[in-house]
């Protein structure tokens, strides 16, 4: 069955480094996400993107985040210059449609920030 | 705005029995959808049932069934003969858009 890959499953960076993590969707998939779950909390929406471009973001995704999918497969979340509370699961997923048609979810990648 | 609570922080259940999960949500949007994800301890999250608010029957998955009241804004999930592979946390959220909201969770234990 196809599954959303997420890379790396652990990483540690130190406050202030750029750290990108990386998604493989589901091939068939038009819809892009990207959650962030801090230990103990709810699991939070950061991002969604489709046709290329961001289509709702929430107030958490602010200037220090972007999105992109340099090529046919893989979909990107950048941190340009992380800070302590951005240590979190992060979680990519992808829908075939938008709106209501299920979000399958990643294994998520556990940012640590040092 | 969307606000997600549930309640119940931790519930156990006897392997075989039945157990309902409560969520009550908040929405200004006419248009939404209701669901039930489940995060075992292997962290991945895990669509169990999802609902249009705009269905007046409630949906069934199996085992799993919810009790949808649109005007208090309740959606509970049912987990009929529960089993050892049920112990996960259980998040309830709603949906407008893309965008979906979570609860806090409920840590599911299920006893042999």
């Known amino acids: 069955e196809p599954e959303v890959t997420q890379t790396p499953s652990h990483q540690v960076t130190q406050m202030g480094q750029e750290v990108i993590l990386r998604c493989v969707p589901i091939s068939n998939h038009l819809y892009f996400y990207w959650y962030r779950q801090i230990l103990g909390q709810k699991v939070e929406f950061l991002v969604s993107f489709y046709n290329n471009e961001i289509s709702e973001k929430s107030e958490i995704f602010d200037d220090q985040f972007s999105v992109e999918r340099p090529d046919g497969s893989n979909f990107t979340l950048k941190i340009r210059s992380t800070k302590l509370e951005d240590s979190a699961m992060y979680f990519c997923?992808?829908?075939?449609?938008?709106?209501?048609?299920?979000?399958?979810f990643g294994p998520g990648t556990r940012l640590t920030v040092t | 705005a969307q606000t997600v609570t549930q309640s119940q922080p931790e519930m156990s259940v006897q392997e075989a029995e039945t157990v309902t999960l409560s969520c009550t949500y908040d929405t200004s949007e006419s248009d939404y959808y209701l669901f039930w994800y489940k995060q075992p301890p292997s962290r991945q999250m895990i669509l169990v049932i999802r609902?249009?608010?705009?269905?007046?029957q409630n949906a069934t998955e199996n085992r799993f069934s919810v009790n949808f009241q649109k005007a208090a804004k309740s959606f509970s999930l049912k987990i009929s003969d529960s089993q050892l592979g049920d112990a996960a946390m259980y998040f309830c959220?709603?949906?407008?858009?893309?965008?979906?909201?979570f609860g806090g969770g409920t840590r599911l234990m299920v006893k042999p």
């Open positions: 959220g709603n949906g407008a858009g893309n965008m979906l909201t």
């Open positions: 997923a992808s829908s075939v449609g938008g709106r209501s048609y299920e979000q399958y």
């Open positions: 609902q249009e608010a705009y269905k007046q």
